[in-house]
């Protein structure tokens, strides 16, 4: 059998018995380093474990599925991915390889940001698509990211904005002389989304996002204790003024408040406001909750 | 601490490691029993868990708060939820009483059919907001979902449709003579879901959901063995005119396709299909899907 095991969001104590248990039968473990990024460190896992894991970055568990998959129709083997296995990546390439090659799958689900975005008081069904946000550079800034922004807003959705994160970047001089020297990993902050998002907004002009009118609610290590998990809410501007302590430690994500909010939402999140009575005007002036 | 506890989607295995912990640190331990069914017995919850479980109705968790509050600032107290916290239906209100009573509370995150969904093959990122469809009755057949879904629909969005559950009903007799006599659970099918999509469209005539050009996915214990995980797609007709035993057990979801959906998308999606070649022609002739 073919495990794909997700870890949910914070540490080991966050995988289910069920995920745990097929770990524990598995005669090989492969951790998936790419598309989030484990809060913990792959020795404590083991630890945890009490076996060796391999890790996949995600090349290998694109070009090398077949060495992940190999014997698993005969024993177990199990694909440990950060969050949900059908979270924001998706894995759905290695579990098409293992169907072609007739290896039974079972994926053991867990909490994603994707879901586990609604402790920020929002309700999830009043979400609309989601978006990543990438890294500007001088040359390059993507903002295809805004059109869908902008259909969320037209309808009063939320949205979900996940921010990048670069991993296995290498320096122009490493690149060039080919040397598989890799620089740190570099997570974007709030302040530096919501200044791409002003940015995007200023050379566009449809007033999508402003800075002193659109709310918005920066997460990070959601699930955490008290000392991890951050949730912030303010407008726009004040989110960008922050310093980048307040927002805790990577990964960081941003909700967009749609117009169609309900009062509860607001009250709910107002305990993690900059400015509580900011929000409250903000909310009750522009996003209409009257009931305020 | 007050914990409030998502066990995910299937049974006692799928709760973390951390939320095993908290209920094995509990001095009391509420199970709420409304918003989603377990698909296992309290009493094997109780023998898992090595301790006793008190049932909360959602009558309980919204009018007697303060009693599963009770004492919570000085010992450990545990609200387990099926699903995720912050999954269709939210757990905001006990929270913000626990928050007016100054008690520490701490979520702790599980999958919810809101990310589990993915495992149908259709992408998170590519969903619109969700919606709720009810049972109808001859005099009422609520149809504001048709708004949302057309929403989505334009937008070439996924809709995930979550369908209704009827739990401690009142026959009219028992009801009458004020009898706190309950009907069986009842949970809404695929085919009655599919049939009420299309009788609002016959009324509303808006050319939304057509019985045989809009794909969609049905889904049941999603995350279960291959025993009990469903997953069928196919046309509205297609999925109307199955047999009920196809869809598996209930909770049953569905997912509508939307137009930007990607070919990647059909083609995982399609070993799910009542009929792979139709379900491979209407995403290519009415979907756009030319690569497939």
């Known amino acids: 059998m073919f495990y794909v095991i997700g870890l949910g969001l914070c540490d080991e104590k966050d995988i289910s018995i069920r995920g745990?248990?097929?770990?524990?039968?598995?005669?090989?473990?492969?951790?998936?380093?790419?598309?989030?990024?484990?809060m913990i460190s792959q020795e404590r896992l083991e630890a945890f474990y009490e076996k060796p894991i391999i890790v996949a970055d995600r090349d290998m568990v694109e070009t090398q599925s077949d060495e992940i998959l190999?014997?698993?129709?005969?024993?177990?083997?199990?694909?440990?991915v950060v969050g949900d296995p059908f979270g924001a990546t998706t894995h759905t390439d290695i579990v098409?390889?293992?169907?072609?090659?007739?290896?039974?799958?079972?994926?053991?689900?867990n909490a994603s940001i994707m879901n586990a975005?609604?402790?920020?008081?929002?309700?999830?069904?009043?979400?609309?698509q989601t978006v990543s946000l990438v890294f500007f550079t001088e040359t390059w800034k993507p903002d295809s990211y805004y059109d869908r922004v902008k259909e969320?807003?037209?309808?009063?959705?939320?949205t979900l904005v996940l921010l990048d994160i670069k991993v296995k970047e290498q320096s122009e001089e490493n690149l060039a002389r080919g040397r598989k020297i890799y620089e740190p990993p570099r997570y974007m902050s709030i302040p530096t989304a919501v200044s791409q998002l002003l940015e995007t907004e200023a050379s566009r002009q449809e007033g999508i996002l402003e800075p002193e009118t659109t709310l918005a609610i920066a997460l990070s290590r959601v699930?955490?204790?008290s000392s991890q998990q951050k949730i912030v809410a303010g407008t726009l501007k004040e989110l960008l003024n922050q310093p980048v302590e307040v927002y805790g430690e990577p990964l960081h994500s941003l909700v967009i408040v749609g117009k169609r909010v309900h009062h509860l939402e607001i009250e709910y999140a107002e305990d993690y406001a900059v400015d509580k009575a900011s929000w409250r005007r903000v909310a009750k002036d522009m996003y209409k909750c009257t009931e305020l």
């Open 223 to 225: 699930g955490g204790d």
């Open 152 to 158: 969320n807003v037209k309808l009063g959705m939320h």
């Open 96 to 109: 098409l390889r293992a169907r072609a090659l007739g290896i039974p799958t079972r994926v053991i689900h």
């Open 117 to 128: 975005v609604g402790a920020c008081g929002l309700q999830l069904y009043n979400f609309g």
């Open 20 to 38: 745990l248990e097929a770990v524990k039968g598995a005669s090989r473990v492969y951790l998936e380093a790419y598309t989030s990024i484990l």
């Open 70 to 80: 190999k014997d698993a129709d005969k024993e177990d083997v199990a694909l440990l």
